[in-house]
């Protein structure tokens, strides 16, 4: 979905759904501000950064209140946050992806982490997990 796709929605959902159309807002205003850091026009990259960041720090905010009706609303603005975010990469995929790229290497090692990820986000960009394959990389180096 575009930032322009999103300004729709938002404007038909606030009457109906005004609670999804703030977190729209949110997004809207969150995708901009990345791009405006980067003096660039706004993309869906921007939007997938966004969700991510959002989604982290509010699943971080209900592990640390736990209850109540602030975690509920916070649950439910994660719920509608994930349906921006791409279906994730098969991590067998990725492992697949990371073996091959290790073969290529001359005696791997964790100096080789940024490359390795640099080719992976290529190959996958935005529908991988980078923590999850940082992980990976670094077992497969052991």
């Known amino acids: 979905m575009t930032i322009k796709d999103l300004q729709i929605n938002k ?23 990345i791009a405006k850091e980067e003096n660039r026009e706004v993309d869906n990259s921007d939007i997938i950064k966004y969700v991510r960041r959002s989604i982290k720090s509010l699943t971080s905010t209900i592990e640390q209140v736990g ?18 975010m791409p279906k994730e990469a098969d991590e067998s995929l990725v492992a697949a992806k990371i073996d091959s790229i290790l073969s290529t290497i001359e005696n791997p090692s964790i100096k080789n982490m940024g490359m390795i990820m640099k080719q992976l986000k290529e190959e996958f960009g935005d529908s991988f997990n ?8 670094k077992s497969m180096l052991v």
């Open 67 to 84: 209850t109540g009706e602030v975690v509920e609303n916070y649950k439910k603005e994660v719920e509608i946050l994930n349906e921006f």
């Open 11 to 33: 404007l038909k959902l606030r009457k109906d759904d005004p609670f999804r159309a703030s977190v729209y807002s949110n997004i809207i205003d969150g995708a901009k501000k």
């Open 130 to 137: 980078a923590g999850k394959a940082s992980n990976l990389v």
